[in-house]
């Protein structure tokens, strides 16, 4: 998911203008105090505090009486503007601060106070009451002459006195090196290995020869023992790796851990019943990620929250919503769907490809021979709709179709059939923030004929998986998915703008050749029409080789194409040489796999992982997945088996990417409502959730001051600011949803 997200500081009508950044400036930012009168001495200019707060000087202090009731952490502030900040410099922000009465959270920001309001500090330490001596070191990613120090104090349901003091912001200081603690160099699979399935492991090691290994059960007891494979340099962590092999291994049991070179590896089990419950928990997630419903605690302990975005104040609402200025005259009720990732907006594009992918597991589940369609049926995930007699996944995935359908432009509009790209706020929103108390106007943002063929492409599917359960559902699905494809015919190059990234992602995509071959296969596979068999016969992609080392994503959709008409019924006329063509791509990861010391099926170019690389990871296993199902070899089935290890912690990192998963996992994924990080009232992602994983681009300030000149797979912080490296997103939890069902069906094994 390509996205950029910023992260509000105050309000903009606090802001301040100033010259840009001279060369005189940098020259002199180096130990310099940035802050002009930290300490009170002079009174409190040119210190600022919102409308709210009674403030004044008190024993030296300035000191600020914070009401109660507030909604966000900055609707009650004290800041101060126009301070310089230069490109690649570190700084070190210091002060003291006390809360009074204990136990309050205070937010200290440095960022930009204007539009967009980039944060590059944002930390939000607990108070005593005796006070305390905070510091913090960061590194500039631009210049500017309109940063802002700001302490957000709102949020708080009662009210309370917040006194700071002797606040610097001094440049020139040493950077702050961040070393991840990486843990023990025995690096495993922190959940389980299948009894039957491959069992590996990656030792960092200086050592060049081949080192002695021993398997231990939970009593300590020596189980298993050998030799290490050296492997050299791994280019994607830099480090000198060997690889561990305890695949003859194959007895039950949980608590054990490896041995080797003097580490101990993290524990781990040996079973399948963990890929059981981490199934249903990524699949679960979506629950948690509806809009306009109410989440309820009763099946979701821990998550419980009003319905967001159903017209209740302080929201706008979602039942009314008009177009961005000059687009449209008409406003559409787009409830319902998903919020797409850690913001609260909802893309068709993005939606697409999840809904592709939830219906995909289940399609395969009624088809696939090592399938166990009960496992997805009704109640397996305790939804609202859960016993009414319709598969919950299916339940799930058509809270999101339903949104998709509205977002269609109707009848008698200019570009009817068409669909709107995104819905969003007008501005970005700040962290955390819970979606029923987003304040911002929400607006339709303009048809796509990428956004037109994603609705094209999985109406389609729908019209053929729902038959069974829902009849008129799914002849309003196919009506929808004709009415799409004749719209993108008639308009096949209204791309999304690369520019319309205010409030929520861009999501632009220059090229629509695929989508218009995803759901030209979709549009045939249910119909059997020649028009569409014709379009997909006659598109460059049919014949190309589209399994690339990236994957497939939501700027990439011919594979999931590709893949259905390889594996589900239809009559085109060359399928043995798209199924041979899926072999030969499944093949490719298959090599890169072998290859790499890591077990990964993921070879980016120069090893520049992309953003959400997780995701792409997982979805090289699905192409992988369908190899599978189509030879019945087994070398396909473990190569995906042995791809979750890489999620689940055999890494670089030593961690698992997976929410709840592993003895250390991802818990602060960016999210406004999943924020305990900077919230403790607030929870954590639920279980099951993905992080976005390594991006070598990291976009975001909080990586960029942490992790430049980053080597592949240490591209990743675990911090909910690190929007570039570790967001949650829709389409990341269908793959990883996906592939988890694929490997707990083979607990027959």
């Not at 205010?502 to 759901?519: I, K, P, V």
């Amino acid at each position: 998911m390509i996205r950029r997200l910023t992260t509000l500081l105050v309000a903009a009508a606090l802001a301040a203008t100033a010259p840009t950044v001279t060369p005189a400036d940098r020259a002199s930012a180096d130990e310099v105090e940035q802050i002009r009168n930290g300490g009170f001495d002079t009174g409190t200019d040119p210190w600022w505090t919102t409308a709210n707060l009674s403030a004044g000087l008190s024993g030296g202090r300035l000191c600020a009486d914070v009401p109660g009731g507030t909604a966000n952490p900055w609707d009650a502030a004290i800041g101060q503007n126009d301070i310089n900040l230069v490109k690649g410099e570190s700084y070190r922000l210091g002060f003291s601060a006390s809360g009074t009465p204990e136990g309050h959270v205070l937010r200290a920001v440095v960022g930009l106070s204007q539009p967009p309001y980039d944060t590059y500090l944002d930390v939000s330490p607990q108070m005593s009451v005796s006070g305390n001596t905070y510091t913090f070191t960061f590194t500039s990613p631009v210049d500017t002459a309109q940063g802002q120090v700001g302490f957000q104090l709102g949020a708080s349901a009662d009210p309370w006195r917040f006194c700071v003091d002797d606040v610097s912001l001094l440049g020139g200081v040493p950077p702050e090196v961040y070393e991840p603690d990486t843990g023990p160099r025995v690096r495993v699979n922190q959940v389980a290995y299948l009894p039957r399935g491959p069992k590996r492991a990656t030792l960092v090691t200086e050592a060049t020869d081949p080192v002695p290994w021993r398997l231990k059960n939970a009593e300590g007891a020596t189980v298993a023992r050998g030799q290490s494979v050296p492997r050299g340099i791994d280019a994607s962590s830099g480090q000198n790796v060997q690889t561990i092999d305890f695949g003859s291994y194959r007895t039950r049991g949980a608590g054990f851990t490896l041995v080797a070179d003097g580490e101990t590896s993290r524990p781990f089990d040996i079973g399948t019943s963990a890929y059981e419950r981490l199934r249903t928990d990524a699949l679960g997630y979506y629950y948690t990620q509806r809009s306009g419903i109410e989440i309820l605690g009763s099946l979701r302990p821990g998550y419980a929250r009003p319905a967001g975005h159903l017209n209740t104040a302080p929201n706008t609402g979602d039942d009314d919503v008009p177009c961005q200025r000059g687009l449209c005259d008409y406003s559409l009720d787009v409830t319902g769907g998903w919020y797409d990732a850690g913001d609260h907006g909802k893309y068709v594009i993005n939606g697409g490809i999840t809904t592709w992918e939830l219906l995909s597991e289940y399609e395969r589940s009624r088809r696939a021979e090592s399938a166990q369609p009960e496992k997805l049926g009704d109640g397996t995930l305790a939804l609202p709709e859960s016993a009414n007699k319709v598969p919950d996944i299916l339940d799930e995935a058509r809270w999101e179709l339903e949104f998709m359908l509205k977002m269609q432009v109707p009848a008698g509009e200019p570009l009817a059939g068409m669909v709107h790209n995104k819905i969003h706020d007008e501005k970005w929103t700040g962290l955390p923030l819970l979606p029923h108390l987003d304040p911002e106007k929400r607006e339709l943002h303009a048809p796509t004929t990428q956004a037109t063929l994603n609705l094209a492409a999985t109406a389609a599917q729908a019209a053929r998986i729902y038959r069974r359960h829902d009849s008129a559902f799914a002849a309003r699905a196919l009506a929808a998915a004709r009415a799409a494809w004749a719209a993108a015919v008639a308009n096949p190059e209204k791309y999304p703008s690369d520019s319309d990234g205010t409030g929520g992602g861009a999501y632009y995509d220059g090229d629509a050749t695929d989508e218009f071959y995803w759901a030209a296969a979709e549009l045939f596979i249910t119909t059997g029409e020649k028009k569409y068999a014709d379009h997909v016969l006659a598109s460059p992609l049919h014949t190309a080789d589209i399994f690339t080392p990236a994957g497939f994503d939501w700027g990439r959709t011919a594979v999931p194409g590709r893949l259905d008409l390889a594996t589900v019924p239809n009559g085109l006329p060359d399928r043995d040489r798209v199924r041979r063509s899926v072999i030969e791509g499944a093949g490719t990861y298959l090599a890169t796999q072998r290859a790499h010391p890591y077990g990964l099926p993921y070879g980016p170019e120069g090893n520049r992982y992309d953003w959400g690389s997780n995701s792409q990871v997982l979805n090289n296993a699905v192409v992988m997945a369908h190899a599978y199902d189509l030879t019945g070899r087994t070398v396909y089935r473990d190569a995906v088996v042995e791809t979750l290890d890489y999620i689940l912690g055999r890494n670089a990192l030593n961690q698992s990417y997976v929410t709840g998963y592993g003895e250390v996992s991802s818990q602060n994924q960016h999210s406004r409502w999943y924020a305990r990080q900077l919230d403790p009232s607030l929870p954590n992602p639920p279980r099951g959730t993905l992080a976005g994983g390594p991006n070598s681009s990291i976009q975001d300030p909080f990586a960029q001051g942490k992790l430049q000149g980053c080597v592949g797979q240490f591209c990743y912080i675990d911090d909910i600011q690190s929007w570039s490296t570790n967001e949650t997103a829709v389409n990341w939890n269908a793959a990883l949803a996906w592939v988890a069902s694929f490997v707990a069906d083979l607990s027959r094994d």
